[in-house]
């Protein structure tokens, strides 16, 4: 498949008067750039060329500003401090991240970083950009470290210290276990891998002691479970306010096809929609410091609720109200009622054409990636109410989609079987695959949403021994895979079932939750090229759950049943 080109020539070298407005981005060493960073300079003059501001005049489009570490520097560093030398595979991630903060970072490095935070005092976001990540055939993401730090310290020697230190975790999570296990599955050795290192301003505006963007966004030019009428290749779009990792760790957030903007997803009813709408967002700390925790990758970000949110007017031009009297949902936030983030205002009342932005974003990136595509956005709006606003995008993402082309022909005959364990009308990937004799499931008369933490270690105990002896899997969970949050599914990384060559993922009345296809894990999956099922309960299709019962147990916990026919 065709996918970014790698970038040849290097960005401007950096120089130390950074945040003069010459240069946007620049690099700092003499090595590579790293898939992430390599990206975003292939589609940076595009973006410029293709949507300027004759097309969205009321928005500025634009990579943030950014200094790349290249991968020569990373080299120096394990090198000096003899770091490659440590026992990985023995030692847990937080030892691994507390020795490289022991390290230090090679002296012309530290003399461009202290330039660099002298002149800046907004939040920056410290990002991978490795040189497997993003690469051409197995596109991954979320499996390295980001950190973002808050900057406004007056002292520039802690702002110094903060960079410093997300530096060297970045660095380290390129040796953590989900990255080790992920590197193998590639076929590639950890010890091939190098990292480079994004130093990038963080898009957002400051609303008291938090620093976010009104909106982040995870667009995809393919929709592996478009619902009708929307077709695959129209896409799929993600949005959530505040930083995006709500969407790229699989919460609640709000996706639609960009042909069909103004549809919301398919809730059986208003109360279902009210559970289902986003309720927290992730922002910058910019208030009290918090625990010292150099090894954390949460350290300086905070968690805040909706009305935290509307208090400081943050949601008028995202939100919409319910209305119980007359029990619909009113663009808007002029009247009282529950908050329901649908991006109505955006998307229906098209106070921003936030959607034929999105459409022209990935037309623009399938042009120069030359395949479906990945991105990853946020934007800040600058106006009130009843005023012409302006607002910024900020470009932060593009990767290529490994799509599958394999033609597989499945009659309904097929689907309503009786020999059949599982079928489905949303699957994501073609293909056949006649090496599975193990199936691995999650027991529905033991699930319960307060069990998922001890549901996800016992199934990546299961995976490390099937993929030990190569046995390749079917695995059958409930609730949402790789959710960083239990309440909405099992919280597994892709390393705790990488060894699953088909995953299925069925609903419960209880847990009745959207896939995420904005999340990271839902991208490495499709990445990998393993075939995924979604069973919705009380639909036509579903999972054999007696046939399964009655096969021979291999191996049995409180919670997971592993069986072989």
Same mark, same amino acid.
């Given at each position: ?15 130390? #008067? ?12 003499? $090595? ?28 500025? %489009? ?6 790349? %570490? ?13 770091? *490659? ?64 730090? !808050? ?22 999570? +390129? ?7 992920? %590197? ?14 994004? %130093? ?7 609303? $008291? ?20 009428? *929307? ?23 709000? +996706? ?9 997803? !398919?809730?059986?009813?208003? =109360? ?5 709408? =986003? ?8 208030? #009290? ?81 030359? *395949? #479906?595509? &990945? ?37 309904? &005959? ?42 996800? =270690? ?46 299925? &993922?069925?609903?419960? !009345? ?40 009655? =096969? ?14």
């Amino acid at each position: 498949m065709s996918g970014l080109k790698p970038v040849v020539a290097e960005l401007p070298i950096f120089d130390r #008067k950074f945040w003069d407005g010459t240069f946007r981005c620049t690099q700092i060493g003499s $090595g590579s750039l790293g898939g992430k960073a390599s990206g975003l300079v292939s589609i940076r003059d595009l973006l410029a060329a293709q949507i300027g501001p004759a097309s969205f005049p009321d928005v500025d %489009i634009n990579v943030p500003t950014m200094a790349v %570490i290249a991968t020569d520097c990373f080299d120096q560093f394990i090198a000096q401090n003899r770091l *490659a030398e440590l026992p990985f595979e023995e030692m847990p991630d937080d030892r691994i991240a507390h020795a490289f903060q022991k390290g230090d970072l090679p002296i012309e490095l530290l003399g461009d970083l202290r330039a660099l935070i002298v002149q800046v005092k907004t939040p920056l976001a410290i990002r991978s950009s490795s040189l497997l990540e993003d690469a051409l055939e197995r596109p991954f993401a979320g499996v390295y470290g980001t950190k973002m730090i !808050p900057n406004n310290q007056f002292d520039p020697d802690a702002r110094f210290r903060r960079l410093v230190e997300a530096i060297k975790f970045v660095y380290a999570s +390129t040796y953590f276990r989900e990255a080790r296990d992920y %590197i193998r599955t590639t076929g590639a050795k950890p010890g091939e891998e190098k990292m480079a290192v994004i %130093i990038q301003e963080v898009v957002g505006q400051r609303r $008291g002691d938090r620093y976010y963007p009104d909106i982040s966004g995870v667009a995809r030019s393919y929709n592996f479970y478009a619902f009708e009428p *929307a077709r695959p290749e129209e896409g799929v779009v993600t949005l959530a306010l505040g930083l995006g990792k709500t969407i790229v760790d699989g919460g609640i957030a709000w +996706t639609f096809s960009p042909a069909y903007p103004k549809k919301p997803p !398919p809730f059986a009813s208003v =109360q279902e929609l009210l559970k289902g709408t =986003q309720t927290e967002f992730w922002a910058v700390n910019m208030g #009290k410091a918090p625990a010292y925790d150099p090894v954390s990758e949460t350290e300086y970000l905070v968690h805040a609720s909706l009305s935290d949110a509307e208090a400081e007017e943050g949601l008028c031009f995202l939100a919409s109200t319910y209305d119980p009297e007359r029990d619909r949902v009113v663009p808007g936030t002029g009247s009282r009622g529950p908050r329901i983030l649908n991006f109505a205002p955006m998307l229906v009342q098209e106070e921003l054409p936030l959607n034929n932005l999105v459409k022209a974003l990935l037309h623009a990136s399938e042009k120069t990636v030359n *395949a #479906k595509v &990945e991105i990853e956005f946020a934007i800040t709006l600058q106006g009130r109410r009843g005023e012409r606003f302006r607002a910024r995008l900020g470009f932060l993402q593009v990767r290529s989609m490994v799509v599958s082309d394999q033609a597989v022909d499945v009659t309904v &005959e097929d689907l309503s079987d009786p020999r059949a364990i599982v079928t489905s009308d949303m699957v994501m990937g073609n293909g056949t695959a006649d090496d599975i004799q193990d199936i691995v499931f999650v027991r529905p008369d033991k699930f319960s949403p307060l069990h998922t933490p001890v549901i996800a =270690q016992q199934l990546a105990s299961i995976n490390r021994e099937l993929r030990d002896q190569k046995r390749p899997f079917l695995l059958i969970g409930l609730g949402r895979w790789g959710s960083s949050h239990p309440s909405l599914g099992i919280p597994v990384d892709w390393s705790q079932i990488s060894g699953a060559r088909a995953i299925v &993922e069925a609903t419960l !009345p209880e847990m009745n939750v959207e896939l995420s296809q904005g999340s990271h894990f839902f991208h490495n999956l499709s990445s990998f090229r393993a075939s995924y099922f979604m069973v919705q309960h009380g639909r036509r299709f579903g999972i054999n759950w007696d046939w399964l019962n009655l =096969q021979p147990v291999v191996r049995e916990t409180e919670f997971i049943r592993h069986v072989r026919p």
